[in-house]
């Protein structure tokens, strides 16, 4: 049997006592609580490949969006426009100097 499966019957367990006991019945809570524990045995996700190692680029449109995505990166590394740890930490206390002043021009109108 599947996990998908024994994930559909929980599931379907537990609608089945909220309809039969009611929401809040011990019964509903605990058919959930079972539903909620086969639920969460499901890892299939961290196992799958990732995009960069599976992925056909005219199966998904998630795939196409991936290897768009990973030509812009190339084109901006082929680029070589290094940005650097001083000039992030620059733009990021402007940017903090920029909200306080927002902050302080909202609050007069409150």
Known sequence: MALNDDITRAEEAALAAVKKYGAKSPEAANAWDEYEEIAASDNTAAFRPGLDEGCDTEASQECSDFEAQMAELQAII?????VTTDALVAQNKKLIEENQRLRRSLSAYK
């Open 78 to 82: 082929e680029k070589g426009e290094a």
